[in-house]
C-alpha cells in the first residue's frame, strides 16, 4: 500500500499517517505480519521528524494496530486467531470426515444437510452498529445488494430475542470481539470496509482549481475524505464540506465540479454526472453475504 502525505496540509502529518494505515489494514491493503516502512524511511521520504513517525506508530499500536518490534520494525498485528484462511471446502471437507469417522452415511449427511439449509432460508438482515449515521449508510449499501428487509440496531441495545433463525446478523469485523461474546463465534458475519487505493482507481483528478463537494449525513466519511483529498495534494481551498444536517446543504453543492459522497446520500442526487459515490462495505464482503442469505 502506498502511503503520502501532505506537508501543506491543515491536517497535521501525524493524523495523515495514522488516518491512511488505520484504513489500510482494516480494508486488507495491508496484510497482518506486513512490515511497515521505518520511521527513518518515512521521515526521509516525507521530509519530516522521525519524532512525527514515531508517534504515529505508537499511537497505532496503542489501538492494537500494529506490533513494534525493538530491532527489528513495525508489523501490522493479527487481529484475529481464527484461521481465516480456510476455504468452505476445507471445512467441509473436514466435516465430511468427521461424520464418517462417526459412522454417518452420505445419505444421512445430505438428509440433513437438506433439512437444515431448508430451515435457514435468511428473511431478513440486521446490521449491528452504534453510529446511527454509519448505521444508516450501511443498512443502505446492504439492502441495494441484498434485495431483503434490512434494519439496523445499536450493539448495547443487541440482545438475543432480536435474533431469530431468518435473520442474518452483519457488522463491521471492528466489532467482532463484541458481537462475538453476544452471539457466538459462529453468529455474526463481519464485513471488510471498502479500499481507497481501490475505490479511487480509475477515478480522473480533478483540474487545479476546480471544487470538490464531500457530502455525507456520517461526520467520519466528511472527515477521511477531505483527509485523503488533502494527503493527495488537491488544494485545501477548493474542497468544500458539508453534512446532510446542514440547513440548505444541497446550495453549497451547486458550484462543485466533483461531488463525493457515500452510497445513501447519492441517492439525493438524481442523474448527477458530478458524483463519486464511495462504498463503505467491500465488493467482495457483499458478494459474500449475498451468498450466504441465498440471494
Known sequence: MKLWVSKNSEVPVHDQLVAQITLGIASNDLAAGERLPSTRELARRFGVHQNTVSTAYRELASHGLVTLKKGSGVYVADASSTPAHATLNDLFAEFLENAARLGYSPTDIGEVLSNELSKQRIDRVLVVESNEELREILVAEIKAATSL????????????????????????ADERAKLDQIVGANGCSYLDPNSVPSAMQGQDRPSEGDLIAVVSGWKQFISFARLFLLAADIDADTVITRSTSDKDWRKATAQASMIICDSLTAKQFSRDDRVRVFSLIAGDSLDTLRRSVNT
Open 149 to 172: 428487509e434490512t434494519s439496523g440496531i445499536a450493539l448495547e441495545k443487541l440482545r438475543p430475542e432480536n435474533i431469530d433463525d431468518k435473520t442474518k446478523v452483519v457488522a463491521l
